[in-house]
């Protein structure tokens, strides 16, 4: 049984900083890159980051470039969202996700249950 479990969400000003964390428990044969998501109310899911299961690769929406960092420590089972410089529009649920590739394209079998970020202005 694979369990993805966000945490690190909450209220942030324009400008400042969060960490998102997704602890993993369980095997995700061939679903070891993982990514998160964002749902913003009233628009459709959109992809923000993803890594390999090694973390030597990493791929990011233009929208977060420059200002997100998505990382992951294996020993701990756990993938990371830094996100700095956030600005109103980054509001959204964010997921995590196990993914078949690292790519906006990639089919996510295993979703965490969602966290919650609001940035106000």
């Known amino acids: 049984q694979v369990q993805l479990v966000e945490s690190g969400g909450g209220l942030v000003q324009a400008g400042g900083s969060l960490r998102l964390s997704c602890a993993a428990s369980?095997?995700?044969?061939?679903?070891?890159?993982m990514a998160w998501l964002r749902q913003a109310p009233g628009k459709e899911r959109e992809f923000v980051a993803a890594?390999?299961?090694?973390?030597?690769?990493?791929v990011y929406a233009d929208s977060v470039k420059g200002r997100f960092t998505i990382s992951r420590d294996r020993y701990k089972n756990t993938v990371y969202l830094q996100m700095n410089s956030l600005k109103p529009e980054d509001t959204a649920v964010y997921y995590c996700?196990?993914?078949?590739?690292?790519?906006?394209?990639?089919?996510?079998?295993?979703w965490g249950q969602g966290t919650q970020v609001t940035v106000s202005s």
């Open positions: 996700a196990a993914g078949d590739r690292v790519s906006p394209q990639a089919q996510y079998r295993y």
């Open positions: 890594i390999t299961w090694s973390g030597s690769s990493t």
């Open positions: 369980g095997r995700t044969f061939g679903y070891d890159n």
